[in-house]
């Protein structure tokens, strides 16, 4: 198999991981979990068969729509008025980025370990990924460096 069929593989098998409801804390994503999985083996835990669970690729699908709606990116530079207080040379004001990053949003927003929430970054991140973009510097939608802000 060559490097780029096996690369392909890898990808198919982390987006066709199986997530169950018992590894995801929030409520509705539990219980949408519930209501649509099929009993399979979860990546997760040692979760029996009993537990329906979805793909990590569905549950990054439901965790963007949520992103969509309640999060926004925020700026990766200070506005004018934290760069005037930068400017400042009296002033000991040392800006930092507003948010959080989207690896703990994620895990926070959706009850879920560390783990879950860096194979569905990955995804997120694979799907916006934009070539041109990252050449010229610019952060593209759920990167690794992204901060993101509730709404």
Excluded at 47 to 75: C, K, N, W
Excluded at 82 to 98: A, F, G, N, P, T
Aim: proline share 2%; net charge negative.
């Amino acid at each position: 198999m060559n490097k780029i069929s096996e690369a392909n593989a890898d990808e198919e098998t982390q987006e066709q991981k199986r997530v169950c409801s018992a590894c995801v804390g929030e409520v509705y994503l539990s219980d949408l979990i519930d209501k649509t999985g099929t009993k399979d083996p979860c990546a997760y835990c040692d979760g029996e068969m009993e537990r329906r669970a979805i793909t990590i690729a569905a549950l990054a699908d439901y965790i963007e729509s949520a992103f969509e709606r309640h999060y926004v990116r925020t700026p990766t530079d200070p506005d004018d008025y934290e760069y005037m207080l930068l400017k400042d040379k009296e002033s000991s004001y040392d800006w930092e980025r507003h948010g959080e990053e989207v690896v703990w949003a994620i895990t926070n927003a959706a009850d879920v370990e560390e783990a879950i929430a860096t194979d569905v970054l990955d995804i997120l991140e694979d799907r916006y990924a934009n070539f041109e973009a990252a050449k010229l510097g610019e952060e593209c939608e759920f990167a690794d460096s992204d901060e993101v802000a509730r709404v």
